[in-house]
């Protein structure tokens, strides 16, 4: 069993409004030291090693379904599940 | 300048409603391999150091403003940002 971990972060031509707003909350909380927030996604997930390969599998899924190539970027892990 | 990652994951014991959704889809695409699928969010933001520490801060940050800790953990690194 394979645990793999995906970054998925917006481009960085990209804007990023949801991450505007909390540096603008954190800024108002008096956390002014705060700058360049940007907010991205983090998924897990366990693959059972068939005949297909890790790699393979998790660049397709990422490329089909759960990332946006257009704006987004993405970066995964593979580790040995526990 | 610091660049601080921090990652929110939902705790193990809290249903991920949308985890499910997309391991669905998945199965759905013929990723049958995939299991225990769960979705969280990255933040990356910089901290331009002051008097005071930065982890104090991102603790403070993480525990008022980025997370629900009723429902979510979280871990963060810190690095020299270039």
């Known amino acids: 069993m394979k645990k793999v971990k995906i970054y998925v972060t917006l481009r960085e031509s990209i804007l ?9 909350s954190l800024h108002n909380m008096g956390y002014d030291e705060v700058s360049e927030v940007r907010i991205g996604k ?3 997930l366990q693959i059972d090693p068939s005949e297909r390969d890790v790699d393979t599998l998790v660049k397709e899924m990422c490329e ?11 970066r995964y892990e593979v580790e040995e599940a526990n």
Chains 1, 2 share one sequence.
Do not use: H, M, R
């Open 42 to 44: 983090f998924l897990e």
């Open 64 to 74: 089909k379904l759960l990332t946006n190539t257009v704006i987004e970027d993405y």
């Open 16 to 24: 990023d409004p949801q991450g505007s707003a909390v540096q603008g």
